[in-house]
């Protein structure tokens, strides 16, 4: 009799990174589609809104951008989680992803609290508002799917 081959768990964390940031770049590929309204309903800068209602590339670019590094961020968690082929340093990129979207999830926290006057020269907002606490929260969970993700992928023995 031979040994039952060992399965491997879903790594649903690392799915639902994925999921979560497959939805982000599709949303920032829609945005230029969009128009200004779009670009300023999502939070983008005035000047970025102005730039987009002049008709100007730099925000279509700026959002491209955002889009691939997104899609990149989701092939990894896919890769990480079994669904596609094992990618390049996949668990280090992991972890930096992770690091990345905990530390901008986080990284408002203290100026909301204590300067929040700073956020006009950081961001361009007129301090706290609904679109930075709600981004911000996105991002911590998207994190933290990542870096819990990553940690039941970092005990698995064959990865």
């Known amino acids: 009799m031979q ?5 491997r768990a879903p790594n ?7 999921i979560a940031a ?11 589609l969009g128009g200004p309204s779009w670009y300023a309903f999502f939070g983008a800068p005035d000047g970025l809104v102005a730039m987009a209602s002049a008709g100007h590339w730099y ?11 997104l899609l990149l961020a989701a092939a990894y968690a896919f890769s990480g989680a079994g669904m596609l082929r094992r990618l390049p340093w996949q668990r280090t990129v992991l972890l930096g992803i992770a690091a990345v979207l905990v530390l901008r999830g986080i990284g408002f926290i203290p100026l909301m609290l204590w300067q929040p006057e700073r956020l006009v020269d950081i961001c361009n907002c007129q301090g706290v508002d609904t679109f ?9 969970t998207m994190g933290m799917a990542y870096a819990l993700g990553t940690r039941q992928l970092w005990r698995q023995p064959d990865c």
């Open 3 to 7: 040994p039952a081959a060992r399965t």
């Open 12 to 18: 649903r964390y690392l799915i639902a990174a994925g």
């Open 22 to 32: 497959l939805a982000a770049s599709l949303l920032h590929l829609a945005i230029p």
């Open 59 to 69: 925000p279509v670019v700026c959002c491209l951008v955002i889009a691939l590094a």
């Open 132 to 140: 930075l606490v709600i981004t911000s929260l996105l991002c911590l």
